[in-house]
């Protein structure tokens, strides 16, 4: 059975601070991992990751991939209270099947 | 370009109630897929659907049917509702998983 587990499941931290989040996961035939961020609706897409040690970047926040030790961490850097959101890993099967979540972790920025 | 449009936004039934909610997307996407969130649960898989005419199950699909009789159009119908079907039920569609999912807005359901 797939296994998608992240931590911390909870983050409280000021402006300015980096963070690290971390996803670990385990698939039967790995395909892609994805992150997303939700705040108070629909989970909007941020990264997709397919391929290890190649890091993917938008702004602020960046993501890698470790498929040997399968696992994938997001970096916040200068957080901002507009940050503030659960952030969810999600993996997908090359057997057509859908995502997988994890729990998600929520982030907290305080000003 | 209306995305993923879910309804009813909100609803409130009674147990043993029936009801179906909507989900419809206009983007020709083959892969749609229901999931519930529960607080401290994260996202999980209802039911799914990879074209249409083909729907498979996922973690959670007791008391849940679905269908998917054309590529635009995957409706969840709640048979006989429950208090433990109280969630916020996304749907999500995708070409494929290189351009990431679309989730549509959600819908509250409430069970009492």
């Known amino acids: 059975e797939d296994k998608v587990v992240q931590s911390p499941l909870s983050l409280v931290v000021h402006e300015g601070d980096t963070v690290t989040l971390n996803c670990s996961y385990e698939?039967?035939?790995?395909?892609?991992l994805l992150w997303y961020k939700q705040e108070k609706k629909a989970p909007t897409f941020l990264f997709m990751l397919?391929?290890?040690?190649i890091e993917k970047k938008s702004g602020r926040l960046s993501s890698i991939l470790d498929k040997k030790e399968l696992f994938s961490i997001l970096n916040i850097t200068a957080t901002q209270t507009g940050d503030s959101a659960v952030y969810l890993c999600?993996?997908?099967?090359?057997?057509?099947?859908?995502?997988?979540f994890g729990k998600g972790t929520r982030l907290s920025v305080i000003a | 370009n209306a995305g993923v449009t879910q309804t009813p936004k909100f609803q409130v039934l009674k147990t043993g109630q029936s009801m179906t909610l909507q989900c419809a997307q206009d983007?020709?996407?083959?892969?749609m897929s229901w999931y519930r969130q529960d607080p401290g649960m994260g996202l999980r898989l209802i039911h799914y659907?990879?074209?249409?005419?083909?729907?498979d199950q996922g973690e959670v699909p007791n008391g849940y049917n679905v269908s998917r009789s054309t590529t635009e159009d995957f409706p969840l119908r709640l048979l006989s509702a429950a208090p433990s079907q109280t969630s916020v039920y996304f749907c999500?569609?995708?070409?494929?998983?290189?351009?990431?999912?679309?989730f549509g807005s959600g819908t509250r359901l409430t069970v009492v």
């Open positions: 999500a569609s995708s070409l494929d998983s290189v351009y990431g999912y679309t």
């Open positions: 983007m020709n996407h083959e892969y």
């Open positions: 999600a993996v997908e099967d090359s057997g057509n099947t859908p995502l997988v």
């Open positions: 698939v039967t035939n790995f395909r892609s």
């Open positions: 397919t391929s290890s040690g």
């Open positions: 659907s990879v074209g249409a005419g083909i729907t």
